[in-house]
Structures are given as structure tokens and as C-alpha cells.
């Protein structure tokens, strides 16, 4: 396990954590931490095992073992409905959009979770596009306001930890700035968040720490403060 002191109260404790779909073995020990109120990256290149953590998390993949420890409660024996309601939410890359409702319909479709999620109008403070657009189709969206409207969507919820799963992936420069100012936002209003990335250089402007993935295990852990020093590594992993 790499050095990670966690500073604030640990939220998310994960150990030995492997999972399976079928017969494919992908994750093989992820150990980390996320501490209540930080924004947490996984780097990696593509078929590292990122998304599969995400999911593992979760309880939506084939099989999984080891230890996934939220709020002291272990997750590895629940459901994923159960995780769901312990305040977990997970934002997928595809982002699920649901072409027959318009945006506010697919706003409203999760249920609360749990008590402290946002109101509609906390939403469109955020996302003031999605007010604007409220009656378009989900699908008519821009990429950049799908993926608003995936995040919004988790908002409601009352989850207190939210795994964002490539949240930039194709996106237009001045759309992945206003993601950015998004998840800072968030964290100010008390909101842990685990994210997935490939794009380090965006990932160090909203993370507190990064936790380098490759073949289904951490093999690095870097503090925001000390990716200048370790840019050499970093492309070495990435390989950008």
C-alpha cells in the first residue's frame, strides 16, 4: 500500500479489493482511502481497472472480495441497492441519459437516498443550463449538458460520496473549465468525491490527492502539491 496519510475523517476505506466479470480477473488488490470532504482521483491508462473500481464499489460487477468499508459500515456483503442507500452515487461515463424524458423528468428519476440531497433549484443554481432547457429532450442536449445533467441528477439524491467516471471524456475546453468549477463548488458545499480520469492535467486542478492505477492494483499515490516534482513519473504511467 503506498504512503496516504488521509487527513481529514477517512469517508472510504478500501482494501484487497478484487473483482470479477465471468472468468476475467481485472481488479487484483485496490487499496486506498478517501477522507471525508476531498476529491480523490484514479489515473490510469485506459483498462487499468478504474471504472471497474467504480463499479466494485458499487456492487455492480460479476463478483467481487476483499473489504469496501463506507461510513464504517462494510459494503462487500450488500447489494448495490443497499450501497446506494448508504449515500454512495455513482456518475457513469455513459451517463444514461434517457432520451424520452426531458431534462427535468430525468433530473427528478432517482430517488432520495437519504435525507440532505439537493433541491431542483440548488440544481439549476449550479447548472443554470439545465434550467434553461428544462423542457428539451434528454438526448438534444450538448455532451457538456448531458454530462451536467448526469451529475445534477446524482445531486438529488442525499449521497454524500459521489464516483464521477470520466466526467471530461470528449468535452470542449471551456466546457471540462466549467466541469471543474463544478466539482470545486461541490466540494465547498461538503461533498466527498472519488474521480476517474486520465486527464491529469485537469485532475490537478480540483483533486486533493491521485492514486495511480495500473493492471487492477494502486501502484502510486501522489499528493496535489507534489505533481510538479513527479511529472517525469506521471508521463511514464500515462504514457502522455
Not at 173 to 193: A, E, M, S
Request: aromatic share 4%; proline share 4%; hydrophobic share 40%.
Amino acid at each position: 500500500m503506498p504512503e496516504a496519510a488521509v487527513m481529514a475523517k477517512e469517508l472510504l476505506k478500501v482494501r484487497d479489493l478484487h473483482a470479477w466479470y465471468g472468468e476475467s480477473h481485472i481488479l487484483h488488490g485496490m487499496s486506498f482511502d478517501v477522507g471525508e470532504g476531498e476529491v480523490v482521483t484514479l489515473l490510469g491508462r485506459n483498462g487499468a481497472g478504474k471504472t471497474t473500481t467504480m463499479k466494485a464499489i458499487m456492487g455492480i460487477v460479476g463478483q467481487r472480495k476483499g473489504s469496501v468499508v463506507f461510513e464504517g459500515t462494510e459494503t462487500i456483503g450488500l447489494g448495490s441497492n443497499r450501497i446506494a442507500r448508504l449515500g454512495i452515487a455513482y456518475c457513469p461515463e455513459e451517463r444514461g441519459i434517457f432520451a424520452s424524458l426531458d431534462v427535468e423528468e430525468n433530473l427528478m428519476l432517482p430517488p432520495a437516498v437519504r435525507p440532505g440531497g439537493m433541491s431542483i433549484e440548488e440544481i439549476h443554481a449550479i447548472f443554470p443550463n439545465l434550467k434553461e432547457r428544462r423542457r428539451s429532450q434528454g438526448t438534444k442536449l450538448s455532451g457538456g449538458e448531458q454530462q451536467m445533467l448526469a451529475i445534477g441528477r446524482i445531486l438529488r439524491t442525499g449521497a454524500r460520496l459521489l464516483l464521477l467516471d470520466e466526467p471530461t471524456e470528449g468535452l470542449a475546453p471551456v466546457i471540462v473549465q466549467q466541469i471543474g468549477n463544478v466539482i470545486r463548488t461541490l466540494k465547498t458545499k461538503g461533498f466527498t468525491i472519488l474521480l476517474v480520469e486520465q486527464n491529469f492535467r485537469f485532475a490537478a486542478t480540483v483533486a486533493d490527492r491521485h492514486y495511480v492505477v495500473e493492471h487492477g492494483r494502486v501502484i502510486d499515490h501522489i499528493r496535489n502539491e507534489d505533481i510538479p516534482a513527479n511529472m517525469d513519473r506521471l508521463h511514464e504511467y500515462l504514457g502522455v
